[in-house]
């Protein structure tokens, strides 16, 4: 059969072609990653043309929301009907959303062409993910960490500069344009080389679980993108949607455990494994995006950086993290051994974001640079290996769900760690400036406890000396607040069960409560017919 295609037959073929599909699925990746990071660079430029200033977060919200609702059922549907086509029309539907972005002509129609853009984006990591999962062996998997998280890195560095470029030189509409010749490069890669099976199932689309757990996911982005901003916590508004949020996903609980054909099967789960790496997903997803979101605002408000460079302020977070990665990974392909980096990432995150809530406004950069390497040397152990043992920890036909799983928990856990240590640092920091400027420093955080480059210089030397206090007040309480969350990174990482990795050597007896693929080291398809 195609789908357990030889590694005699398929041996000569692989190497070749799988750099080819690899290529293709780092551009996509990149496509999804770099997104948000070049319009945040253009926006003042796109409200500048199109106005509409009240409705400019959700540009990003928009995004957000249709990306992280349509994850789960691009892995399903990557699962029921083979991942090349739903890969594809992923790519596609996020291209048609970019060119109609592009084309823009007020607010309210960039907002809505930036759903269809996420709608689209919600398939590219799932599906880059999946379909790595299904080219390559567990045991070999980790060779790769170090280009996805290369990719990552290079995201984060390059977008803003990226970004900026373009928006100057070009227009910010090229901002969206620019994801058409590189989706395009990735279409005709991947639609000329990558040979996988066809499937074609009998079950039908889960629509309910779908629209419960796209009701409550979209619940739970609101509540975290609105609390304490536009609504206060403890407002009628942000109650209705915690509300509808909680009703939602217990009914999308109780009913994937009567659906045929469920949207997110819930015996994935059985396995300790895979359950413990979700957690972990969602943590290193609740710091990570924290720490990017706070370290250029610190760097810029108390250390006097550039705004222009704000992506290579991350640099040392950022390059300790691929290398780290590149080490789990050739570590794990030589060794077949990973439970050591999960406590070692949990223990390197949580030492570093403690350091990190040191700074004050004497820290140097060099202070700061080093301790922003010993979190960046924390996630690397983190970011892919938690993909790989989830992987692992699943039969191959639930290959697409797992993914999505795991790539929706991080973006939850995303969600979840802006708005947390966001209403932290904001709280903190408008507390530090009514003590140290008065009425003055009240005034001057009324409107955003964030303030740029050009009103931090525009504000008299005693509100700019308290800003920077209140600044370092604010990080201080985030970062802690992170490394009290990272303990429970730890914590999970201890009960890791060091599982063979599929595809390392002959079976053995399941363990009970290992759940499905984890007791036995199953030799995985070898490039599905590549």
Not at 463 to 480: D, I, K, M, P
């Amino acid at each position: 059969m195609a789908e357990t295609a030889t590694a005699g037959a398929a041996g000569e073929k692989q190497p070749r072609s799988v750099r080819v599909v690899l290529l293709a699925l780092m551009i996509a990746m990149m496509l999804a990653m770099l997104d948000n990071m070049i319009i945040g660079t253009a926006m003042p430029t796109i409200v500048g043309e199109l106005g509409g200033l009240e409705h400019l977060s959700w540009v990003v919200t928009a995004y957000t929301l249709a990306t992280a609702a349509a994850t789960p059922l691009w892995g399903k549907l990557g699962d029921m009907y083979g991942r090349k086509g739903t890969f594809m029309t992923s790519i596609v539907l996020f291209l048609i959303g970019s060119a109609l972005s592009g084309m823009a002509q007020d607010m309210g129609q960039l907002i809505g062409f930036r759903a269809v853009q996420g709608l689209g984006a919600g398939g590219l990591m799932v599906g880059v993910m999946a379909i790595i999962g299904d080219l390559i062996p567990p045991r070999e998997r980790g060779k790769y960490q170090g280009m996805m998280a290369g990719v990552m890195a290079l995201a984060m560095i390059g977008g803003p500069l990226v970004g900026g470029t373009i928006t100057d030189h070009w227009g910010w509409r090229w901002s969206f344009y620019i994801n058409l010749p590189l989706g395009a490069v990735a279409l005709v890669l991947i639609s000329v080389v990558l040979h996988l099976p066809k499937k074609r199932a009998e079950a039908r689309i889960d629509y309910l679980g779908a629209a419960l757990l796209t009701i409550g996911i979209t619940a739970i982005v609101l509540v975290t993108t609105w609390g304490g901003t536009e609504y206060a916590w403890t407002s009628a508004r942000i109650m209705e949607l915690i509300g509808i949020g909680v009703a939602a996903l217990v009914g999308f609980v109780f009913w994937q455990t009567r659906a045929a054909e469920p949207i997110m099967p819930l015996h994935i789960f059985r396995s300790r494994n895979f359950t413990l790496m979700s957690v972990i997903g969602f943590i290193t997803g609740f710091v990570m995006f924290g720490a990017t979101l706070f370290l250029p605002l610190y760097q810029q408000s108390v250390q006097g950086a550039s705004a222009t460079n704000s992506g290579l302020l991350l640099l040392p977070m950022l390059g300790a993290m691929l290398v780290t990665s590149m080490v789990a990974g050739r570590v794990t392909t030589n060794t077949g051994r990973y439970k050591i980096f999960p406590i070692a990432g949990g223990v390197l995150m949580t030492v570093g974001l403690f350091l990190l809530s040191l700074m004050d406004t004497e820290t140097s950069r060099f202070t700061s640079g080093v301790y922003m390497a010993v979190v960046g040397l924390g996630m690397g152990c983190l970011m892919q290996i938690t993909m790989l043992v989830a992987q692992n920890s699943v039969e191959m036909k639930d290959m697409g769900v797992a993914s999505s799983s795991t790539t929706l928990f991080r973006t939850l856990g995303s969600s979840f760690g802006v708005a947390i240590m966001g209403a932290l640092f904001n709280h903190r920091v408008q507390d530090v400036m009514a003590e140290r400027a008065g009425d003055l420093g009240s005034k001057v955080t009324e409107q955003s406890a964030q303030l740029d480059a050009a009103s931090l210089a525009e504000l008299p030397a005693l509100a700019r000396e308290a800003y920077q206090h209140a600044v370092s007040a604010g990080t201080h309480g985030a970062f802690l607040l992170g490394a009290g969350v990272a303990v429970l990174a730890l914590v999970a990482a201890v009960f890791v069960k060091e599982v063979p990795l599929k595809g390392t050597g002959p079976k053995t007896d399941q363990a009970p409560g290992d759940g499905p693929g984890e007791g036995a080291a199953l030799k995985a398809p070898a490039a599905e017919a590549v």
